[in-house]
């Protein structure tokens, strides 16, 4: 069975220094590897995936993510945080398989503080 | 162009009433997906729709909840003898059929169920 985590519920990062929001997954077969973010009483907007090729994709916002096969990660990243990235972040995997369905992980909340 | 969208955005209803949730695709888009998050809280995946069949049904809590899609477009979440604890925020996404395991989904505002 697929599944994500994302094993802090909350990071707290200070305006102009980098972030990280983890993520790693599980699944049977090659994994397609999305993140959402979602604002204030907003629904989810994408913000990147991994299909296939370099394993450092660029997204919305100057968010990036690596995805790194061996340790079954995607972790989300900005090198320089701002105010307004403060939301929730979810992370979710699919596999090439027509039934399946997309996996969430059960979201990161970033602050970013002043 | 249009995104997808749902209505209504806000319904309050009585314990024991019927309600009828409606999601509009992405023209074009033939996977459907219903999901419901509670305030602040993950997302609990309800059902999928690819074309007017749904593969996968297992994330409907109880027989009180069932979906429809029609013409491969419109989708229709009905919630039979609602109860307090249907009250969330049901999310409709859609998603295109080119690559369809490899597009990501766009996601509708949702829309607000108080239930009394």
């Known amino acids: 069975a697929q599944s994500v985590a994302q094993p802090e519920d909350q990071v707290n990062v200070a305006e102009g220094n980098p972030l990280t929001v983890k993520c790693t997954y599980s699944v049977s077969g090659n994994p397609y590897l999305f993140w959402y973010v979602q604002y204030p009483n907003r629904g989810l907007q994408f913000l990147l995936k991994y299909i296939t090729g370099d394993n450092l994709v660029k997204g919305s916002y100057g968010f990036e993510a690596e995805f790194n096969k061996s340790q079954t990660s995607f972790h989300l990243k900005k090198p320089s945080a701002l105010v307004s990235d403060s939301a929730l972040y979810f992370c979710?995997?699919?596999?090439?398989?027509?039934?399946?369905?997309?996996?969430f992980g059960p979201g990161t909340r970033l602050s970013v503080l002043p | 162009g249009a995104g997808v969208s749902q209505s209504p955005s806000n319904k309050v209803t009585e314990k024991g009433k019927d309600v009828e949730l409606r999601c509009d695709p992405i023209?074009?888009?033939?996977?459907l997906y219903w999901y419901r998050q509670s305030l602040g809280q993950g997302l609990e995946f309800l059902i999928y729709f690819q074309g007017n069949s749904a593969p996968d049904k297992s994330g409907l809590p109880s027989d009180r909840f069932s979906a429809e899609r029609t013409g491969g477009s419109v989708s229709t979440l009905t919630i039979q003898r609602t109860q307090q604890e249907d009250s969330a925020v049901y999310l409709c996404a859609s998603s295109s059929p080119l690559g369809v395991t490899r597009t990501e989904q766009y996601f509708g505002p949702g829309t607000r169920l108080t239930v009394t």
């Open positions: 979710a995997v699919r596999t090439n398989n027509y039934g399946q369905n997309f996996v």
């Open positions: 023209s074009g888009h033939t996977a």
